[in-house]
Each structure stands twice: as structure tokens, then as C-alpha cells.
């Protein structure tokens, strides 16, 4: 299994929802990490987890909260977001997270869900 | 931080001609290139990827050259088909604990190869 799987691909809700996205997969990768794509731009990270443990968060707003339940899966819950938050939400995973590690910074992704924030 | 610039923004080929991507980036310590290829309504897949130990690398169709010296990369299509039609990302990172996952992407080749 080659692959990470995002549910849902397409999700509209309003400002005062709470939604969570989800990731999963199973090819043994200890690195995963949440993307923002707006259309037209190139994916912009949001957060790495190492090892089930949060260990980059490149400043993105409370709104967005992770979680890495297990080396297989993560979430990303929604709450209170804006319109301009609509955008298409990468995951990807990656085989190691340390230094030395051939292949740790070789990024697998999703095919994203895509969020639109009425 | 890391800049990668990405050039053309647009590429139309012939179908059967060959197609070149160029990008450049800011930072020395950055040693890990590489290029994604992004369809309509789907993820960025990586395609080909080159370290700052190898100067080129060819896999079928497509290969990528490095200029450490002049720090640019470039992504070379040959034979281009229609099903090459995509938007093409190139990206940059160092090798450092602090920075993984952070691919520094630069913005993008939309390629069109007509039939």
C-alpha cells in the first residue's frame, strides 16, 4: 500500500462549524504533515508531526488544530474558520524525520480535500 | 529562509517535443531537489529527485540536472505526450532535523502539450 488517503475530498461549511478532515496511511511512514494549497499556488506547510508528536507548526492560526492519534493517522479539526481558509488541504507522509535518513524528506501526498468556507 | 524561483509560468509544446523547467534557489545548504507533478484534482506527485551529491539523474523520459555552483535545477521532458500536461513544481530543502517536510516549493509550470 503505496498510498494516504484523505476523507472527505470536498467539504463546505460555515463559520461556526467544527469539522475535521482525516489522513491515513499504512506504509510505515513516522513523518506527517498538513498542506494549504489556494488555487493557482504551490502547497504551503502548515504542520509536521515526527514520530505522533507535533514538531513543526508554521504558525497557523488556532482555528486549524492537529492531531496525530497514531503513526498512521492524522486529523486536522476545523472550527470557526473564514471564507479565505477555503482551499485544498494536502496531507503527506514521509518514511523518516530525523537527520541521516535517506528518503526522510521524500514526500508522499494525498490527493487533499478540498474545503470551502461559506 | 529558502526562495525557489520557477520559470516559465506556462509552457505550451508540441506533442513529441521536449520541454525544460528551470528553477533557482537562495539558500547553500539546501540539498534535496525535487520535482512534483500536480493533475487536475489531484496531489502533488513526486516525479524525479536529485541531491546536492549528483549532478544529474535521468529516469526514462524525464530527467533533472543540478548546478550547485550557480544553484539552479532543471526538470527535462522528452517525447512529451498529452498525459504530460500538468502543473510542475519544482522544490528545495535542507538536510536539517529543524526542516524536514519543509519543501520550499517554487510557483509552479503549468505545461500544455498539444496533440
Known amino acids: 500500500d503505496t498510498e494516504v488517503t484523505q476523507t472527505p475530498k470536498h467539504l463546505v461549511m460555515g463559520m461556526t462549524n467544527k469539522k475535521s478532515l482525516k489522513c491515513e496511511q499504512h506504509m510505515g511512514h513516522r513523518a506527517m504533515y498538513w498542506y494549504k494549497q489556494k488555487a493557482k499556488k504551490p502547497p504551503e506547510l502548515m504542520f509536521v508531526y515526527s514520530y505522533e508528536k507535533l514538531s513543526i507548526n508554521e504558525s497557523v492560526p488556532s482555528r486549524f488544530s492537529p492531531e496525530c492519534p497514531n503513526s498512521s493517522l492524522l486529523n486536522l479539526h476545523l472550527h470557526a474558520l473564514q471564507p479565505e481558509d477555503s482551499a485544498l488541504y494536502l496531507c503527506?507522509?514521509?518514511?523518516?524525520?530525523?537527520?541521516?535518513?535517506?528518503?526522510?524528506?521524500?514526500?508522499?501526498f494525498g490527493a487533499g480535500s478540498r474545503l470551502t468556507v461559506l | 529562509g529558502e526562495n525557489v524561483e520557477q520559470h516559465p509560468s506556462t509552457l505550451s509544446v508540441q506533442e513529441g517535443d521536449s520541454a525544460v523547467i528551470k528553477c533557482t534557489y537562495s539558500d547553500s545548504a539546501s540539498n534535496y531537489f525535487p520535482w512534483y507533478k500536480q493533475e487536475l484534482g489531484k496531489g502533488p506527485q513526486l516525479i524525479i529527485d536529485i541531491r546536492s551529491n549528483v549532478g544529474e539523474k535521468k529516469d526514462q523520459r524525464i530527467a533533472v540536472t543540478l548546478n550547485k555552483t550557480a544553484k539552479h535545477f532543471s526538470l527535462h521532458i522528452t517525447e512529451t505526450q498529452p498525459e504530460d500536461s500538468a502543473v510542475y513544481f519544482c522544490a528545495a530543502s535542507m538536510g536539517t532535523t529543524d526542516s524536514w517536510g519543509k519543501l520550499q516549493f517554487g510557483a509552479g509550470t503549468q505545461v500544455v502539450v498539444t496533440p
Open positions: 503527506a507522509s514521509s518514511l523518516y524525520s530525523y537527520r541521516g535518513r535517506s528518503g526522510a524528506n521524500v514526500l508522499t
